[in-house]
């Protein structure tokens, strides 16, 4: 899941969700006991579920990302099949360095 500078989508945008879950979430639990606020949508605080469901999302994204990092690094490139088409390919073309 990393592009060409090797840093992780899963991170900024799991930070983006953790961020606005908690802050989502925090407002439902401030405004808890308004209950006009929440008549429409039939007492339920939307606000409070949203934000956690972004809040649980966010986390999910994190440790999958730092779950990744882990992996990745316990691995040379030469071991994954990848790594052992590209290590193919550079010796075709001659790219190999010394």
């Known amino acids: 899941m990393s592009g060409a500078t090797g840093i992780d989508v899963r991170y900024p945008i799991g930070a ?3 961020v606005l879950g908690l802050i989502l979430a925090g407002y439902g639990l ?3 006991s308004d209950t006009a606020r929440y008549e429409p949508s ?3 605080n939307i606000n409070l579920w949203w934000g956690l469901v972004m ?3 966010g986390v999910v994204l994190l440790l999958l990302a730092w779950r990744s990092r882990a992996a990745s690094a316990d691995r040379p ?3 994954t099949p990848e790594g052992r088409l590209t290590e193919q390919r550079e010796h075709v073309l001659g790219l190999e360095k010394d």
Do not use: D, N, Y
């Open 77 to 79: 490139a030469e071991e």
């Open 30 to 32: 401030a405004t808890a």
């Open 16 to 18: 983006l969700f953790t």
């Open 42 to 44: 039939l007492s339920v």
């Open 55 to 57: 809040l649980a999302f």
